[in-house]
């Protein structure tokens, strides 16, 4: 139930035009300048000031922490997950630009794994997680000068009362929102969907395209090209506009 | 007296006073990653805050979680260990491998009111005595048998909790079931 909730509230953000942050990209304080509440920050290392003083770590200095990407943005997004092979290729074009190609763009995907399960559902609760083990099947690529994006990652699988899809994020380079939507993918004898056979689960209780609620207004723009097998591993191309 | 079995959790707060490379690069990171995810929360930009999205726009808790991937990347740097809490010695020894991320405030319009936190949860640790202010713990992995353990003092202090016990009894019972 939470999960169509949120679908339908991505959905409602991606009918409402995206406003830019106007705002935001004026940085209006500097990191030192800001106030600093001062009671957090001073734990455990340097005196806490509080009356009963700690002893100040005397060590070798370290680590020398670098500048890292988050760690969305790569392009295998497998994380050891098992699955059929899929390699998703995505092509974004400027739709107030003639559809030139949009070079810059932060394309962010998600998908289910072979079981039908989300990594993002599995943090949501009070549990401290394994740095490790988060975040799975999710990643997020800048699109190259002919507006494509291409990750590695394996065949999704499915969960009852959606078809197979991938969620697609498409934020501009100053990372606004563009666009939300979903990669639908083609069903019947001969085709992927069909091949991969929901993976343990069978295909007994799928939903198809038609009576998704996401996809049943008209698939068509939505639809992937999906060819492979599940020896040699699938490869799916996908386009879609965006206003830029 | 049977020894305990704790894990400790470090509650390690940055914010706009962050002044250490490490929770700078988090506090920026960060509030980027969360400019970019709040927008799925934040239908025609009606709300500025992360407190107003949580309390007007369903799910927006989820944010917690979804802003965490800007983060994993500097907890791998920390090679598994937790950083500022130091024992009597001023030796930083304990180990973590659990976490998690939280954003405490933050304002799509002003970094400087960006609050973050990640809790770091450590490694088992046996739990001996307390000491004054201190807890005597060795961690279980270390446990040598029948001879000799090497143990660190922890000073109690603030953000630093015991996040799990584990009494003997439950142990007892868990191996008898």
């Known amino acids: 139930m939470e999960r169509k909730h949120f679908l339908k509230s991505l959905l409602l953000g991606a009918a409402s035009t995206p406003v830019l942050l106007s705002a935001c990209s004026k940085e209006t304080v500097s990191p030192t300048s800001g106030t600093s509440s001062g009671s957090g920050t001073t734990t455990g290392g340097t005196s806490s000031g509080s009356g009963s003083c700690t002893v100040a770590p005397t060590e070798t200095e370290g680590p020398f922490p670098t500048k890292t990407p988050a760690s969305y943005l790569r392009s295998d997004i497998t994380d050891g997950k098992i699955g059929y092979g899929l390699t998703i290729n995505i092509t974004v074009s400027n739709s107030n630009a003639s559809c030139a190609a949009l070079a810059g763009a932060l394309v962010d995907i998600w998908h289910c794994d072979a079981e039908g399960n989300y990594s993002e559902y599995g943090g949501t609760g009070m549990q401290a997680t394994n740095y490790q083990s988060v975040h799975f099947l999710r990643g997020r690529q800048v699109t190259d000068a002919n507006g494509k994006v291409t990750f590695k990652s394996i065949f999704p699988g499915w969960y009852s009362g959606r078809a197979t899809h991938i969620h697609v994020h498409v934020y501009s380079a100053t990372g606004t929102s563009l666009k939300v939507t979903q990669i639908a993918f083609p069903e019947g004898t001969g085709t992927a969907v069909a091949a991969v056979n929901g993976y343990a689960k069978g295909l007994s209780g799928y939903t198809a395209n038609a009576q998704d609620n996401v996809f049943s207004d008209g698939v068509a723009l939505e639809l992937a090209t999906v060819t492979g097998s599940t020896s040699a591993g699938f490869e799916l191309t996908w386009a879609l506009s965006v206003p830029a | ?177």
């Open chain 2, 1 to 177: 007296m049977t020894d305990r079995t704790i894990t400790l959790c470090y509650r390690k707060i940055m914010d706009a006073g962050a002044a250490k490379p490490w929770d700078k690069l988090v506090w920026n990171d960060s509030y980027a990653e969360f400019r970019l995810q709040a927008q799925n929360f934040n239908p025609e930009n009606r709300y500025r805050t992360f407190g107003e999205m949580l309390h007007y726009v369903p799910g927006a808790d989820r944010l917690h979680f979804l802003v965490s991937g800007a983060v994993t990347g500097y907890l791998q740097q920390l090679g598994e260990r937790m950083p500022d809490i130091s024992d009597n010695l001023g030796r930083q020894f304990l180990r973590f491998q659990r976490f998690q991320f939280e954003l405490i405030n933050s304002d799509l319009q002003d970094q400087s009111r960006h609050q973050v936190a990640v809790n770091f949860v450590s490694e088992p640790l046996r739990w001996h005595d307390t000491v004054g202010q201190f807890l005597l713990v060795s961690p279980v992995a270390a446990a040598a048998s029948g001879g000799e353990v090497l143990t660190h003092l922890v000073p109690l202090q603030p953000f630093l909790s015991i996040y799990s016990i584990l009494t003997p009894e439950t142990d007892a019972a868990a191996n008898a079931g």
